[in-house]
């Protein structure tokens, strides 16, 4: 190929770059390269075209070579920052957008891309001075006026802000990027109504803009439009998914008790993909199965608690229907159901299968799919569905003959029984059975194998020899407590910086130091470690629990996350031998399971360094009035915490007990209820108490762990506590709402420095 060959191709190639032709054009190109490997404009075009494609880190290295033949052009150094940026290589961007401007310092492009990538750093001032050099070029850059807006809201400058993006708007009205940062602007001020106008007035001219569907979304939710909150949030997740609006969902579907069927397929991959605890989405899974199965449902609900076939419970469908209903299928394999109707379908259905498939030759495979999620949940449940001894007698004899399994009578015997209790369980689990049967076989016995071999390595730190604290360690260690499948999502952070934006009305006063050392007193099955390990790290965390079968939980899950989490086995009021101190200790719901909380309390105060943080947990005597209740008939009746009693008294509560029990998450699980009525021990408190002990111990109350709306009615009944830490407001306010707390105190506390 001549040079003018060369040159006639290459500008070929650009023509057909401009109409689009992109594969040709970079066939062209490398023409070009194959006659002139040095040709400067063949190695920047090639570049670009990798960039066009989605191969950013391709451009960057094309566009490379062309800078190291021809350094002087603008355009080379400006694309190749642009790659580099899209690469999240912001220091390299920087560095190339510099480059070109020293070349070209008219571009506003080059200004304009230089800002982005400032403020992506949080260099804040640079990168005004970046979009007002470019202002300097353009006055009439609505872009650049929103760009700058952006950075002056970071920057604190909310006045500012709103000024540049309403010159923006006023400039070119249909920005609807303007529109959506405005209306930022204004929730930040609090005028909620304006900022709802600025969303909706974007929303209108852009039916596809996520941010303001979602940010819309979030103002009709603080303006207690929950429903109209939703259909927003899925509309925005339709279109891109954010953490935000994840979490946005599943709030929302935590509150709102929808059963609309729009929001199903959402639902199942909250649940799946973790947008939030599980058993936390339980409540609003269990009522769109029931919305959606709804027939089925009354079916049994109707003949309860008389038996039923599986004709009758399914009808001509027969499992299919289940088996391929995502959600179902979620919620089964994920958490404890907390739908009472859906309970007995489920109960009515397993005592089915039993007896009509543990002898069938040929079994639908669809029933495969439903037997292995069934027998997931009722090993999550710790199987408190309601049982009869024929039944338990019929599963058992399953279990007596392994030899005899096959994969549906080893799916019946795992839903009534669990499988580690087979002989020779190890062994069993090894065999090479149906992928279908692995979740199962995992969940059943390897898992709970590898529990044991754990808490046989476990350190004892602690003597544990108080009569109640002996009492309360066996409880736990016969039902672990709590059982879960699966953690929420957390966001990295300090605990400085995580109590500072938390507390800073309540005055959090971070100490001179670092704060890193994290006890957590009553750790149970290691949700609340995993939780803070995964947002304050796991490097200088102690978790300490009564209960041997409890840590062994724990540090299967914490292997499992990868996290290096140090368990202990302890006793609270032991703690004084540990000879260490801490900058943030947890104990949720443990000191009331104390002979005497207080005791407790003191105990954990004295490892708190000064300026250090506390969450606690602790009964609320007005909350747990309805538990109260249901203990003095357990105690009349004469029933203990065996699994036969816990599943006769749930079954009386059914017909006819307390909403606040039978709403209760606790209320679905073997373990978990026994916790919630059955507990050998538990002291219900007032917040008078709290206030004294506080008070006696210059302890500072940082503020409750509560719903958003709860805190915004607060603040509104009492205007004068800003900061929300007054409990004798807060006692007033509780005894308007009796039910407020759900049964506990979760509050802060910070000790003096």
């Avoid at 309860?304 to 995502?326: E, H, I, K, N, R």
């Avoid at 602690?462 to 066996?474: G, K, L, M």
């Amino acid at each position: 190929m001549t040079r003018n060959d060369v040159h006639a191709t290459l500008g070929e190639a650009v023509r057909q770059h401009q109409a689009g032709q992109i594969d040709k054009a970079a066939l062209l190109y490398r023409q070009v390269l194959t006659t002139e490997p040095d040709n400067a404009d063949a190695l920047h075009l090639l570049g670009m075209v990798a960039l066009q494609q989605g191969r950013p880190d391709e451009a960057a290295e094309w566009i490379a070579k062309a800078i190291a033949r021809h350094d002087r052009n603008a355009s080379y150094h400006f694309h190749h920052a642009l790659a580099l940026q899209t690469l999240d290589d912001l220091d390299g961007a920087v560095a190339g957008y510099g480059k070109a401007l020293a070349l070209n310092p008219n571009d506003p492009n080059i200004y304009n891309n230089m800002g982005n990538a400032l403020a992506a750093q949080h260099k804040l001032e640079d990168a005004s001075a970046a979009f007002l050099s470019l202002l300097a070029l353009q006055p009439d850059n609505a872009v650049a006026l929103n760009n700058l807006g952006t950075v002056q809201r970071l920057m604190g400058a909310r006045d500012e802000a709103e000024a540049s993006f309403r010159k923006a708007i006023a400039l070119q009205p249909g920005l609807t990027a303007a529109l959506v940062n405005l209306g930022n602007i204004q929730r930040d001020k609090g005028a909620l109504r304006a900022a709802e106008a600025s969303y909706r007035q974007a929303v209108a001219m852009d039916p596809g803009n996520a941010e303001g569907l979602a940010n819309l979304a979030l103002t009709c939710r603080e303006t207690g439009k929950d429903s109209e909150a939703m259909a927003l949030v899925c509309r925005a997740l339709a279109i891109r998914e954010t953490p935000d609006d994840r979490r946005l969902f599943a709030e929302l579907a935590r509150r709102l008790g929808s059963a609309d069927d729009a929001i199903r397929p959402f639902m199942s991959r909250a649940i799946t993909e973790v947008w939030d605890r599980p058993n936390l989405l339980a409540p609003a899974a269990a009522r769109l199965i029931r919305a959606h199965h709804g027939a089925l449902l009354a079916r049994a609900d109707a003949a309860w608690p008389a038996q039923l076939s599986l004709a009758d419970l399914l009808g001509d469908a027969s499992f299919a229907p289940l088996a391929q209903d995502t959600l179902l299928l979620a919620l089964l394999n994920a958490a404890p159901n907390t739908d009472i109707a859906l309970e007995r379908f489920l109960t009515l259905l397993r005592g089915a299968m039993l007896r009509e498939l543990a002898q069938a030759p040929c079994v639908d495979p669809h029933a495969y799919i439903f037997a292995a999620a069934l027998a997931q949940q009722c090993f999550i449940n710790e199987y408190v569905f309601v049982a009869d001894d024929t039944e338990l007698a019929a599963a058992s004899a399953l279990l007596e003959t392994p030899e005899a399994l096959t994969p549906m009578r080893l799916l019946l015997a795992a839903a009534w029984l669990p499988l580690h209790r087979l002989a020779n369980a190890e062994e069993f689990s090894a065999r090479n059975w149906h992928a279908s049967l692995d979740g199962v076989i995992t969940q059943q016995i390897r898992e709970p194998l590898q529990e044991e071999r754990l808490r046989a390595g476990l350190p004892r730190l602690t003597r544990i020899e108080h009569p109640v604290s002996q009492r309360v360690q066996q409880q736990y260690e016969e039902n672990p407590y709590p059982r879960w499948v699966r953690s929420g999502p957390e966001t990295q952070d300090s605990i400085v910086n995580f109590m500072a934006a938390k507390f800073s009305q309540a005055g959090f006063a971070p100490p001179a130091r670092p704060m890193q050392d994290i006890l957590i007193a009553g750790c149970g099955t290691g949700q609340r470690p995993i939780t803070l390990a995964r947002k304050f790290g796991d490097q200088h965390m102690l978790a300490i629990d009564l209960s041997l079968a409890s840590l062994g939980y724990a540090q299967r899950k914490s292997k499992e996350m990868g996290l290096k989490i140090v368990y202990g086995q302890a006793d609270i009021l032991e703690l004084d031998a540990l000879e260490r101190q801490f900058d943030l200790i947890e104990s949720l719901g443990v000191l009331h399971h104390l002979e005497n909380p207080f005791s407790g309390w003191r105990m954990l105060l004295s490892l708190l360094r000064p300026g250090g943080v506390m969450l606690l947990g602790l009964y609320s005597a007005s909350a747990r009035r309805p538990v109260a209740e249901a203990r003095c008939r357990i105690a009349a009746r004469g029933l203990g915490g065996s699994a036969a009693d816990i599943r006769v008294f749930r079954q009386e509560l059914m017909k006819g007990g307390d909403a606040s029990i039978l709403g209760s998450e606790d209320f679905f699980s073997l373990s978990a209820c026994r916790d919630l009525l059955f507990h050998v021990q538990e002291h219900h408190l007032t917040l008078a108490q709290i206030a004294q002990f506080t008070c006696e111990n210059g302890l500072r109350m940082l503020g409750f762990e509560l719903d958003a709306v709860v805190l915004a009615a607060y603040r509104q009944r009492f205007a004068q506590d800003s900061a929300a830490t007054d409990l004798a407001c807060w006692a007033a306010f509780e005894a308007e709402h009796p039910g407020l707390f759900g049964g506990m105190y979760t509050f802060w506390i910070q000790k003096p420095a």
